[in-house]
């Protein structure tokens, strides 16, 4: 095969445009520190980074959704911590009116702050956290006491926290307020004023209930509360891994692609200084 001047000219120029189209590469690598900048690039990389970013986009949005869920666990913690000091109040005024000595109007001082402990009571069943009823299930439009009554929506406010995985994140009402506490608490001033006092003592066991029901309802919120967090945890440590994971498939070493560059510089100045001497004078240089 005969090996021409214009053979060695169009091989000397196609190397020189590879040589050029790796140094851009390494140098896009260097400057961006990604392994590719194009899909086209490396397909693989490029398919496996939408994966990896889908998965990071997932956790982080199970992360938002639990600080919803926080939100109202930790609002609605706060209101029955003081729905129980309320009613241990009511408890102790109920026992300070049980004593025989207490007369008419002392008694009724008594009534008077169990009426304001009351009205306390309900703000803390109406309580709003950005607008949402918290303790009346999914209608959080409307309060649970309103007309004198308690009435609350039994449905559970649940939020997905990880695929597959539901938790409720409201209290339950009815647990909380329901079984007649507030009548019973009605019941208790209206003994007050009516100087009932077999009725006052035995208001106290009753009192105990509307306690002991707010306790239950506050220690199974402490448990999903417990629950959350470990989710949390969870989702933490997943994000740690597909952010590595996603990085390893993407960034570039930069050491290596530092080498690659120099590597590659030395290489390209040596294709020009040995093309310089393939290309032979022409016949025009002569002439000159």
């Known amino acids: 095969m005969r090996i021409t001047q214009s053979m060695l000219s169009n091989n000397m120029l196609r190397n020189l445009s590879n040589s050029y189209a790796k140094l851009d590469t390494y140098m896009n690598q260097v400057s961006t520190g990604k392994k590719i900048n194009r899909p086209s690039d490396d397909p693989v990389i490029a398919m496996k980074g939408i994966n990896y970013r889908s998965q990071v986009s997932e956790v982080d949005q199970y992360l938002r959704n639990t600080n919803e869920v926080h939100n109202w666990m930790d609002n609605s913690d706060a209101a029955l911590d003081k729905a129980t000091q309320t009613m241990q109040k009511l408890r102790e005024l109920a026992v300070q009116a049980s004593n025989g ?28 956290v950005n607008g949402k009823y918290i303790f009346n299930g999914t209608n959080t439009t409307e309060p649970p006491y309103a007309d004198g009554n308690f009435t609350a929506n039994l449905d559970k406010v649940s939020i997905e926290v990880a695929a597959g995985t539901k938790l409720q994140a409201n209290v339950n009402g009815e647990d909380v307020f329901g079984n007649d506490l507030f009548a019973n608490i009605d019941t208790f001033i209206n003994q007050l004023g009516e100087g009932d006092q077999a ?40 994000k740690i891994i597909a952010t590595s994971t996603m990085a390893e498939n993407e960034n570039v070493d930069y050491e290596e692609a530092i080498t690659n560059l120099i590597t590659q510089e030395s290489l390209h100045r040596a294709a020009l200084s040995a093309g310089s001497r393939i290309i032979q004078p022409s016949l025009v240089d002569f002439l000159q």
């Open 101 to 128: 000595t207490y007369d008419e109007e002392e008694r009724e001082n008594i009534k008077k702050e169990a009426e304001q402990l009351k009205e306390h009571l309900i703000d803390i069943a109406n309580t709003q």
């Open 199 to 238: 009725g006052i003592e035995s208001s106290i066991e009753t009192l105990d209930g509307g306690i002991n029901q707010i306790i239950n309802a506050r220690a199974d919120l402490g448990a999903r509360m417990n629950r959350l967090e470990l989710v949390e945890n969870r989702l933490s440590e997943q």
